[in-house]
RNA sequence: GGGCGGUUAGCUCAGCUGGUCAGAGCGCCUCGCUUACACCGAGGAAGUCACAGGUUCGAGUCCUGUACCGCCCACCA
């Protein structure tokens, strides 16, 4: 692609649908997303920087919090590679098992179909199917964020190289003696009909009942119950009572010191179960005395456990009662314990109820109640792997941010529980297990399992595959690994291993954050990440969290079209602070595109300012620092100001603070003081051509400067407004590539300077709405300029006239000078050390004497507020003795400064 | 039951290591279609920085406590 002409004709609206696909395209053409991009300024010897992209799930489409995460990465992506670094930026989609399933559920049910009546094959089948299409869909999305991913290095958490890596870690895990198979209580959902996680079970606050269930105590002599002998339990899972093997006390309850040892019957099972005595009882929590049912509850499981205990599973897959569950068998557990209240009832054992506020485990997933049930299951051993994340990040060769997660993650770390990862779920990789006859398992990374049983050498074909998968978040443990090659030595692996940042948010710290460094540092003896950037989440107008049950998700698609990916991405951005949830809505949109329109504008108003000396295809210049005036090097400081606190924010990731740099920069000096400045010089037919050129070439390097700057924010438009500006003929034709702006030379002297007359133009125009003039009225100004301004007021006469409308604009010397020469009608200004007075003689003012006087009453108020203030701190032999000098210094001349204000107000209200 | 975060203009939020830090956007009020931009320009009003103590010469900014709001962790059945 060749070189876009400078200088070519914007269009005069801006209508970003009318280019960004345009770019991305001719940004894929020149190819360089890659890290080593075509043509670019890459230095291929430097640290590549690398992302790798936190894989969306493959549900269906992005939402919001998707577009803010991929905005916040390509930004720091394009700001790397615009550093000159190597830069990869790697995009995936993960295969999301169980939410996955859970999406393709209720598609074949519409389809009158279910997991069971298509079998395992078939629903597999549709589910590639499915995530086929939602895959493009997907895809089309992040491109039209403007992600630069290298679509190259695309990988899916179902695809073959991560099959690969997930068999060989968990094949590795299980050698090193981390993975291990047993009998547990798992949280099952039934409506999932799979286990899930701790994590994945959300404890839901309900008011539910506490009932007092008295329990028949066995006469010893007779083994049949004693009448006088009885235990009330308290509880509010009543069905669970099928279950019961044993009811606990407090070792040192009185009340039933006596029953220890004891032997009650179990209600309905007639089951004669022992009390024992445990210190896990609360003696002030009901009655004091619980029932203990170890296969479905996890501190009754840790109970029997511990006394050894019968475990007597009396709920199924689908939460009814077992067979075990005698008269009740069948019934699903609610049912079940409807009709065991109504039954203890019947007999005069339901002793009491009462409300009871109670958190109820819920599946993350379907909302279904989890029920904790006794399974044979494969767990990770977490306590070493926990050890060695938290070692990498206390040494800090992984830092987290915002700091105050730190805190959090050291806690969960530290009070880690092994890791269920066996799902009962076809979607997602097959647990790499095999067993034989005989149940002996054997770990195979080869897909076609062991050759023998490694325990027995019974041969391949009479073993079995465990029929579950992984816990989807098994897969995405391995992903900053997997995806470069991992396990094998890949020239990717290689070069982009460990990545630089793990951008994601706050709300998978555990579920996937801390598995990748747990994983990554145990497999790959490296940290998988040097900083973990924790984003907020993005929350809807009201605050609320996004979710498409709300119905409150913003398709970002919406809001691209109608506002354009640049101005989507800043205001994503814009209102951002690392680690903190962030509220969206239109107006911060509408604001962001206002914006967009701004600089789009202003670029095009540095188009057709072009001096007719200057060719259309002019090659960029400097200007000539000979010909420049106090505004084009106010300018210059300015834009280099920029330059610094926008590389300051970066090296914080402080990426909201580094948009509001911008704005203020672009919209308030550059284009509100820069090109008004400037438009007089270029308009100035007594300058020469030398002048004006200087001039423009600054706008054109000011211009330049801030569009390098914004580009990782707002990719598109400041790619499209490049190509309308001269460049060198060492520059790469696209901007995604050209280099990061260097911090030019401040000049203090000429942004006091500036700075000043920009501060008497604003108070002329405030004294002129005051005074209600006519807006476009032309007044005499008189002005009385120190010495130390007399060159750059003069220099900036002509700008001064036109913005302060001023006609003629009379200079003075002195303050006396000026009240000679004007007399004292007029309104006057008073701004730092200049001094002026608008409409003298001519009578405008005349009307508007009153309210002139009431502004500078005010102004008068104010400065002697000030000035006592000042005045009574400088006093204070506390504050001289005690602050820094520097801090004095500072007071001494601010209260010089008022002192002036002060006086030059009261002499002229005193006429 | 622990822990964390928040409480700053009507609304949404910035304010880093204490000393022009009382700010921005939106909204509101008054003007203005001055050929870059009405997705605009000029000007303006508006906050005892949740509350109470404390440290300090000096505190939205540090400490303690209180009150609300939110989040995370947690085996009182």
Redesign the pocket.
């Not at 269009?11 to 345009?22: H, L």
């Not at 994945?200 to 007092?212: A, F």
């Not at 669970?240 to 220890?260: C, E, M, N, Q, S």
């Not at 020469?821 to 009578?843: H, K």
């Given at each position: 692609m060749t070189r876009t002409s400078s200088g070519a004709a914007l269009p005069?609206?801006?209508?970003p649908s009318d280019f960004e696909g345009e770019i991305y395209e001719r940004w894929l053409a020149a190819d360089v997303f890659a890290p080593d991009a075509a043509g670019a300024t890459v230095d291929r010897a430097a640290t590549p920087f690398v992302i790798i992209q936190p894989p969306p799930n493959i549900t269906g489409s992005l939402h919001l919090g998707h577009a803010q995460r991929t905005a916040v990465e390509d930004l720091m992506i394009r700001h790397a590679r615009m550093l000159g670094r190597p830069t990869l930026f790697l995009p995936g989609l993960d295969h999301a098992s169980i939410a996955a399933q859970f999406v393709l559920d209720r598609i074949v049910a519409a389809e009158g179909e279910s997991r069971e009546s298509l079998g395992r094959e078939r629903y597999l089948a549709r589910m590639r199917e499915f995530v086929e299409t939602t895959r493009e869909v997907m895809l089309a999305q992040q491109r039209r964020v403007g992600g630069s991913f290298d679509w190259g290095r695309l990988r899916f958490t179902m695809d073959e190289m991560s099959s690969h890596a997930v068999r060989v870690a968990f094949s590795r895990l299980y050698r090193d003696g981390l993975a291990y198979r047993t009998e547990a209580l798992v949280n099952w959902c039934p409506g999932c009909r799979t286990s899930v996680s701790?994590?994945e079970?959300?404890?839901t606050?309900e008011t539910?009942t506490?009932w007092s269930v008295r329990y028949h105590v066995l006469d010893p002599a007779t083994g049949e119950p004693d009448p006088d002998r009885s235990i009330t339990?308290?509880?509010?899972?009543p069905e669970?009572i099928l279950g019961d093997t044993a009811v606990?006390v407090?070792p040192d309850d009185p009340r039933y010191r006596d029953l220890v040892g004891a032997t009650v019957r179990i209600p309905f099972v007639e089951r004669d179960v022992p009390v024992i005595a445990d210190s896990?009882?609360?003696?002030?929590?009901?009655?004091?005395?619980?029932?203990i049912?170890p296969a479905h509850?996890?501190?009754?499981y840790?109970?029997g456990k511990r006394h050894g205990l019968a475990m007597i599973t009396v709920l199924d897959d689908e939460a009814r009662v077992t067979a075990d569950g005698g008269a009740y068998a069948g019934l699903d557990r609610y049912e079940a314990r409807a009709r065991i209240l109504t039954d203890l009832r019947a007999r005069g054992d339901l002793v009491a109820e009462r409300p009871?506020?109670?958190?109820?485990g819920r599946c993350q997933r379907s909302n279904d109640v989890i029920e904790p049930r006794l399974k044979t299951q494969w767990f990770i051993r977490t306590n070493p792997l926990a050890e060695a994340a938290l070692e990498a990040t206390r040494t800090g060769r992984t830092r987290i941010l915002p700091p105050?997660?730190v805190?959090?993650w050291e806690?969960?770390l530290t009070?880690?529980?092994d890791w269920n990862v066996s799902r009962q779920l076809w979607w997602g990789h097959r647990i790499p297990a095999w067993y034989c006859p005989d149940g002996h398992a054997s770990v195979s990374e080869h897909s076609g399992g062991p050759p023998a049983c490694e325990v027995c050498g019974r041969p391949a074909s009479e073993l079995t595959q465990d029929p579950d998968i992984f816990d989807t978040w098994f897969s995405s443990g391995l992903w900053p690994f997997s995806t470069l090659g991992w396990p094998e030595d890949t020239p990717d692996y290689r070069r982009f291993y460990p990545t630089s940042v793990m951008e994601t948010g706050?709300?998978i710290?555990?579920?996937w954050v801390a598995r990748m460094m747990m994983l990554g540092l145990h497999l790959t003896g490296r940290e998988p990440f040097h900083t973990v950037y924790l984003s907020?989440l993005i929350?809807d107008?009201?605050?609320q969290?996004m979710s498409k049950t709300k119905g409150n998700v913003v398709d970002p698609l919406g809001a691209i079209d109608e506002?354009g990916a640049d101005?989507l991405r800043f205001a994503l951005i814009h209102?951002?602070?690392p680690?903190?949830?962030?509220?969206?809505?239109t107006?911060?949109l509408?604001?962001a595109?206002?914006?967009?329109?701004?600089?789009?504008?202003?670029?095009?108003?540095?188009a057709?300012?072009r001096p007719a000396s200057i060719p259309v295809d002019a090659v960029r210049q400097h200007p000539n620092p000979a010909r420049l005036g106090p505004a084009e090097r106010w300018i210059a400081s300015r834009t280099a100001a920029a330059v610094r606190a926008v590389d300051?924010s970066l090296g914080?990731f402080?990426f909201?603070?580094m948009t509001?740099i911008l704005?203020?920069a672009i919209?308030?000096e550059?284009?509100?003081?820069?090109?008004?400045l400037a438009?007089v010089r270029l308009a100035d037919e007594s300058l020469g051509p030398d002048e004006r050129e200087a001039t423009w070439w600054t706008l054109v390097d000011a211009l330049d400067t801030y569009l390098r700057l914004l580009h990782p924010v707002m990719p598109f438009i400041t790619e499209a407004l490049w190509a309308t500006i001269p460049h060198r003929a060492d520059e790469p034709d696209l901007l995604i590539v050209a280099r990061w702006p260097a911090a030019g030379e401040r000049d203090s002297q000429v942004e006091l300077e500036v700075g000043a007359i920009v501060e008497l133009?604003?108070?002329i125009?405030?004294a002129?709405?005051?005074a209600?003039i006519?807006?476009?009225a032309r007044l005499p100004v008189d002005v009385a300029v120190p010495a130390r301004l007399a060159a750059t007021f003069a220099a900036l006469s002509p700008a001064i006239e036109r913005?302060a409308?001023a006609m003629p604009l009379r200079v003075h010397p002195t303050s006396a000078a000026l009240r000679k020469a004007a007399g004292s009608d007029g309104l006057a200004v008073i701004s730092g050390d200049l001094e002026a007075l608008v409409g003298t003689g001519t009578g405008a003012a005349d009307g508007a004497a009153r309210a002139d006087v009431g502004r500078l009453e005010?102004e008068l108020a104010d400065a002697e507020r000030?000035l006592a203030a000042a005045r009574a701190?400088l006093a204070?032999?506390?504050?001289?003795?005690?602050?820094?000098p520097?801090?004095?210094e500072?007071?001494r001349?601010?209260e010089a400064?008022l002192a002036e204000t002060v006086a030059r107000l009261r002499s002229r209200l005193r006429r």
């Amino acid at each position: 692609m060749t070189r876009t002409s400078s200088g070519a004709a914007l269009p005069k609206s801006y209508v970003p649908s009318d280019f960004e696909g345009e770019i991305y395209e001719r940004w894929l053409a020149a190819d360089v997303f890659a890290p080593d991009a075509a043509g670019a300024t890459v230095d291929r010897a430097a640290t590549p920087f690398v992302i790798i992209q936190p894989p969306p799930n493959i549900t269906g489409s992005l939402h919001l919090g998707h577009a803010q995460r991929t905005a916040v990465e390509d930004l720091m992506i394009r700001h790397a590679r615009m550093l000159g670094r190597p830069t990869l930026f790697l995009p995936g989609l993960d295969h999301a098992s169980i939410a996955a399933q859970f999406v393709l559920d209720r598609i074949v049910a519409a389809e009158g179909e279910s997991r069971e009546s298509l079998g395992r094959e078939r629903y597999l089948a549709r589910m590639r199917e499915f995530v086929e299409t939602t895959r493009e869909v997907m895809l089309a999305q992040q491109r039209r964020v403007g992600g630069s991913f290298d679509w190259g290095r695309l990988r899916f958490t179902m695809d073959e190289m991560s099959s690969h890596a997930v068999r060989v870690a968990f094949s590795r895990l299980y050698r090193d003696g981390l993975a291990y198979r047993t009998e547990a209580l798992v949280n099952w959902c039934p409506g999932c009909r799979t286990s899930v996680s701790d994590l994945e079970v959300i404890p839901t606050p309900e008011t539910g009942t506490l009932w007092s269930v008295r329990y028949h105590v066995l006469d010893p002599a007779t083994g049949e119950p004693d009448p006088d002998r009885s235990i009330t339990i308290a509880t509010t899972r009543p069905e669970t009572i099928l279950g019961d093997t044993a009811v606990a006390v407090h070792p040192d309850d009185p009340r039933y010191r006596d029953l220890v040892g004891a032997t009650v019957r179990i209600p309905f099972v007639e089951r004669d179960v022992p009390v024992i005595a445990d210190s896990i009882v609360d003696r002030e929590f009901g009655t004091g005395a619980l029932k203990i049912t170890p296969a479905h509850d996890q501190a009754d499981y840790d109970t029997g456990k511990r006394h050894g205990l019968a475990m007597i599973t009396v709920l199924d897959d689908e939460a009814r009662v077992t067979a075990d569950g005698g008269a009740y068998a069948g019934l699903d557990r609610y049912e079940a314990r409807a009709r065991i209240l109504t039954d203890l009832r019947a007999r005069g054992d339901l002793v009491a109820e009462r409300p009871h506020e109670m958190l109820i485990g819920r599946c993350q997933r379907s909302n279904d109640v989890i029920e904790p049930r006794l399974k044979t299951q494969w767990f990770i051993r977490t306590n070493p792997l926990a050890e060695a994340a938290l070692e990498a990040t206390r040494t800090g060769r992984t830092r987290i941010l915002p700091p105050r997660f730190v805190k959090v993650w050291e806690h969960w770390l530290t009070n880690i529980r092994d890791w269920n990862v066996s799902r009962q779920l076809w979607w997602g990789h097959r647990i790499p297990a095999w067993y034989c006859p005989d149940g002996h398992a054997s770990v195979s990374e080869h897909s076609g399992g062991p050759p023998a049983c490694e325990v027995c050498g019974r041969p391949a074909s009479e073993l079995t595959q465990d029929p579950d998968i992984f816990d989807t978040w098994f897969s995405s443990g391995l992903w900053p690994f997997s995806t470069l090659g991992w396990p094998e030595d890949t020239p990717d692996y290689r070069r982009f291993y460990p990545t630089s940042v793990m951008e994601t948010g706050h709300d998978i710290l555990f579920f996937w954050v801390a598995r990748m460094m747990m994983l990554g540092l145990h497999l790959t003896g490296r940290e998988p990440f040097h900083t973990v950037y924790l984003s907020g989440l993005i929350r809807d107008a009201q605050g609320q969290r996004m979710s498409k049950t709300k119905g409150n998700v913003v398709d970002p698609l919406g809001a691209i079209d109608e506002s354009g990916a640049d101005a989507l991405r800043f205001a994503l951005i814009h209102g951002a602070t690392p680690g903190v949830d962030q509220r969206f809505g239109t107006q911060k949109l509408e604001n962001a595109r206002n914006f967009a329109n701004k600089l789009w504008n202003a670029a095009r108003y540095v188009a057709g300012a072009r001096p007719a000396s200057i060719p259309v295809d002019a090659v960029r210049q400097h200007p000539n620092p000979a010909r420049l005036g106090p505004a084009e090097r106010w300018i210059a400081s300015r834009t280099a100001a920029a330059v610094r606190a926008v590389d300051g924010s970066l090296g914080e990731f402080a990426f909201g603070e580094m948009t509001r740099i911008l704005y203020d920069a672009i919209w308030s000096e550059y284009c509100d003081w820069g090109l008004e400045l400037a438009k007089v010089r270029l308009a100035d037919e007594s300058l020469g051509p030398d002048e004006r050129e200087a001039t423009w070439w600054t706008l054109v390097d000011a211009l330049d400067t801030y569009l390098r700057l914004l580009h990782p924010v707002m990719p598109f438009i400041t790619e499209a407004l490049w190509a309308t500006i001269p460049h060198r003929a060492d520059e790469p034709d696209l901007l995604i590539v050209a280099r990061w702006p260097a911090a030019g030379e401040r000049d203090s002297q000429v942004e006091l300077e500036v700075g000043a007359i920009v501060e008497l133009v604003r108070g002329i125009r405030n004294a002129r709405a005051e005074a209600k003039i006519e807006p476009g009225a032309r007044l005499p100004v008189d002005v009385a300029v120190p010495a130390r301004l007399a060159a750059t007021f003069a220099a900036l006469s002509p700008a001064i006239e036109r913005m302060a409308r001023a006609m003629p604009l009379r200079v003075h010397p002195t303050s006396a000078a000026l009240r000679k020469a004007a007399g004292s009608d007029g309104l006057a200004v008073i701004s730092g050390d200049l001094e002026a007075l608008v409409g003298t003689g001519t009578g405008a003012a005349d009307g508007a004497a009153r309210a002139d006087v009431g502004r500078l009453e005010k102004e008068l108020a104010d400065a002697e507020r000030f000035l006592a203030a000042a005045r009574a701190r400088l006093a204070d032999k506390a504050f001289t003795s005690k602050a820094p000098p520097a801090v004095v210094e500072g007071a001494r001349a601010r209260e010089a400064e008022l002192a002036e204000t002060v006086a030059r107000l009261r002499s002229r209200l005193r006429r």
